[in-house]
């Protein structure tokens, strides 16, 4: 199985209902730095995965959404708690949705399956993994 | 498939039995820095994979009763090399065993497989993964 | 010249006033990983620049102060844009105040000069540094 | 499932040809950081997946035979657009054949797959995994 | 003393002449990851050194004009040996000029110094720094 | 002002003796990274600050002498807590009396300062930096 992973980063607010969370119930933020990891099980004809280029394009289309916001007040998360593992499985399906409506090209069709990872700090980070389709 | 990591460190001294181990059968010793992942299937009610405060919290003590100790002197280690492979599987099975003892609450439950890893230098690394019966 | 660094972070929501800072202008917020460099010419008896576990100690502390919070909020940042460059000085600023409060024993009192790094994602970071009085 | 990990790097020249690599279409080149992972069920008696000396040096020398090169002069990879996927391919196959060859020692028999990452800057990656034979 | 840093990376090919350089006499290339800090007394007044995100565009123009380049080739560097800390010199004189050049806004003018680094790999670096004018 | 760093590590045992030490005297040991900084005003007619693989030899043999050591029995410590201040001043002499000795060579005769700094974990350094006689 191959790998082609890309890294960018995206800034936000917001605030967390249930005691679970202490502290973080108040609002606060976080730098989050997200690595997707695109796998398939053989190189296409030019020798790669898929188009690094387009797929860091992609990302920061999809960040670019989510930048500088208090996800607080965004209609799509309304009633949810905006934690490290819901927006790694929310940012992997913006990712595919683009994937799959053909914006990044055929070649991302060999796609199988992606890892999207959020590190929050430099001891804690959150990851969705799944196959495509 | 969701993950949650969280990371701490210790700080022991060691030596090995066996001519494969050639100048680290002397005394010395390592700062590990360890990265505890946690994985399940489904966020629960609250979004999340756990706790990161009490997963947290669990493994400050589990790396408490290591830390700062020559592991030649410890009972539990008699006999065994406690080389990086092995503590990580050896941290595993502590942090389980917390695990099903209900140390860190009901959500704990829905938590089906970890990975450790053991970080000695900055070229090299260890980690065991499994499920969780 | 001697150095010790201790490192720690903070989670808080933010938001800038001025053309300058783009979309930064909305609410948003950082992760920051901060580092803290005590210096002095020479070690104390005990062979150390200083006692990293207080040091460590009083980090944790001041980084309580302002950590889940929403600093437009704060009256001490009421006026003042809470950059990162400015918030690596008020991070400084509340350091040396404990430092001479005693608050750290008397062996800080050795310390000559400090340097604080606010990391705010994995390509960017601001700091501030100064001799102590 | 244990694994252990071991880093080193290399520095070579290389282009690609194929509109998809626009400006990499140039002569360029790459500093890899590349990351060898081995993988097996069971610790041997000396409690170690693999004598990690070996590992380290068995990546020198494969490592040795690409660095400070100008890969599109290279016979073995004639016709071929050396990316950083096909690359850790590459470094892949030339160490399951030492492997192979006996030349790592009888240890070597239990390892059952092998994770190679070649990082090409601060937010690229490539990967290839597979088990062995 | 305050600080902000800037990174972003670009990919070279080039040789060295000079017995002192041993097998990278040969044709090979590298990945520089390049931090930028720049330093000044006093925050403007709005509470920054610089802004970032003109910094961040200033020096992605920089590295486009090296990036994806045969070095040897280049006309600027006829007879000189590009290396890592030769390359820390060149990037900091080309970012020079453009503050120089008013291209980053009056608010660069009170920059007092630069620090230019260029990673090369995990275990080495080299910088240049300087005061301006 | 020109620098140029290379990094290797190395493990030991030890223990401290004061109260300020806390657990850490019992007997436990250390991974220290260590990043040696070499710096110069000018470029030597290669181009080049100091001869990096010479450098990196330099350091390969210096720490030889301390790895896979228990530094309480080390006769040259006697006496001596060896915390990660301590060593880092230790590790600079050692290197300097190389330099001085002429061990790398007449080019090492431009060094004017060095910076070593040594790394116990993700969270924790120290440093010790001077000019050269």
């Given at each position: 199985m191959y790998s082609v992973n890309t890294r960018d980063h995206f800034m936000i607010a917001h605030s967390f209902r249930g005691d679970v969370f202490g502290p973080a119930q108040r609002m606060h933020g976080a730098t989050y730095v997200v690595d997707v990891e695109y796998r398939r099980a053989a190189l296409d004809e030019d020798g790669i995965v898929f188009d690094i280029g387009r797929a860091g394009e992609v990302l920061r289309r999809v960040l670019a959404d989510l930048n500088f916001r208090n996800l607080d007040e965004a209609p799509e998360f309304a009633?949810?708690?905006?934690t490290t593992e819901f927006l790694a499985r929310d940012i992997f399906d913006r990712i595919a949705a683009r994937l799959g409506a053909g914006e990044l090209g055929p070649?991302?069709?060999?796609?199988?399956s992606m890892r999207v990872v959020l590190h929050e700090s430099h001891v804690a980070w959150a990851a969705y993994e799944s196959p495509l389709r």
């Open positions: 009633g949810r708690n905006t070649g991302a069709s060999g796609i199988e």
